[in-house]
């Protein structure tokens, strides 16, 4: 019988390996992860020797019912699936903690919000690079 082999990447795909599953991960990344807030949303972030990023996301009762959370999971995953630069990131276990005030806010805000947390990680250009 031959191995099992996970699918070539293709596209905007987000693959299950590129998504926290356990608990452990999750908290590792608070515990000694670093943070970035947005008004919307905090992003913590830890190191992993994976080679690649790792997307978590989670959301208390207090962001709303969990029609509300859930939808706001899918914006996040689908922002991050979507945006261009995700394969520059570093191998980073990434965990995006959604405020209630995400609950009231526009898609396109959130997603921007998100964006500009997930670009503050690219690593920098040299200088010679950005001239």
Known sequence: ?????DPPPA???LHGRE?????????RCYRTGRRRYGNLAILY???NDLGHPRLGITAS????KAVVRQRLKRRTREAYRRWPHRG?????????????????????AFRDELLGLFAGLLPREPREARR
């Open 88 to 108: 520059r990131l570093p191998a980073l276990d990434l965990v995006v903690h959604l405020k209630p005030e995400a609950r009231d806010s526009e898609f396109r």
């Open 61 to 64: 009762r207090k962001v709303g």
């Open 19 to 27: 998504r926290l599953r356990r608990r452990t991960d999750y908290l």
């Open 45 to 47: 972030h830890a190191p």
């Open 1 to 5: 019988m031959p191995e099992r082999q």
């Open 11 to 13: 596209g905007e795909r």
